[in-house]
């Protein structure tokens, strides 16, 4: 995508939707979610949390599994690893409400891509999903709000895709130019 070189782990990200259905190593996930817990967050409240489900153990991934609509469902019931992700609602040191908690979420979760993608590993959002039946299934308390559903694991076959997503999976994913995207002054180029 584009010219100019950036990291290599950033210019191999992506979101696949066939994974393989070997297990993701405990270390491996050890370390991502190491490097989710280090994400800078607004006054450092750490809002993001992570319930983890293995499809080994099942219990915990077919909960998670469940709440995805069918769309999603069709290939990310390969995954070997589901995650529920969610963000706490308020400051804990003063009840008041967080509205960066989304924000810090995300930047919790680009780390942990990032460093997945370190370790061999790609990963999938999903915002379709059921966030009342995360909460039934999962028992969350009211003070977390789930947010996304993460498919994680070893990038698989492509042949192992429904046609019409394979096709999918092809078409090239563009991105805004950065005229678009970055000014020196409002509507004004700042990247030549
Ligand atoms: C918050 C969020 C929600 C998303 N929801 C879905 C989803 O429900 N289903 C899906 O197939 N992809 C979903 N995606 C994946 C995006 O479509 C994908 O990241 C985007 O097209 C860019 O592609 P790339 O990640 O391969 O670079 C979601 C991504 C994010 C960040």
Same mark, same amino acid.
């Given at each position: 995508m584009g010219n100019i070189k950036v990291h290599e782990l950033i210019e191999t990200r992506w979101s696949p939707r066939a994974y393989l259905t070997k297990d993701v190593e405990n270390e491996k996930l050890h370390r991502i979610f190491e490097a989710s817990r280090r994400a800078p967050s607004a006054m450092n409240e750490q809002p993001w949390r992570y319930v983890v489900g293995l499809k080994k153990d099942e219990q915990v991934w077919k909960s998670i599994a469940d709440t995805l609509n069918e769309g999603n469902q069709i290939w990310a019931q390969h995954a070997p690893v589901l995650i529920l992700t969610l963000a706490k609602k308020?400051?804990?040191?003063?009840?008041?409400? /967080? &509205?960066s908690r989304n924000y810090d979420l995300g930047q919790s979760v680009a780390y942990l891509s990032i460093q997945a993608t370190n370790e061999g590993l790609f990963l999938h959002q999903m915002g379709g999903f059921s966030r009342e039946k995360a909460i039934e299934n999962l028992q969350i308390p009211e003070e977390f709000e789930p947010v996304t559903v993460i498919a994680l694991g070893y990038k698989g076959d492509l /042949? &192992?895709?429904p046609l019409n997503l394979q096709e999918r999976e092809k078409q090239m994913i563009n991105r805004l130019p950065l005229s678009e995207l970055v000014f020196s002054n409002w509507g004004k180029n700042f990247l030549l």
């Open positions: 308020h400051y804990t040191r003063n009840g008041a409400e /967080n &509205t /042949n &192992t895709l």
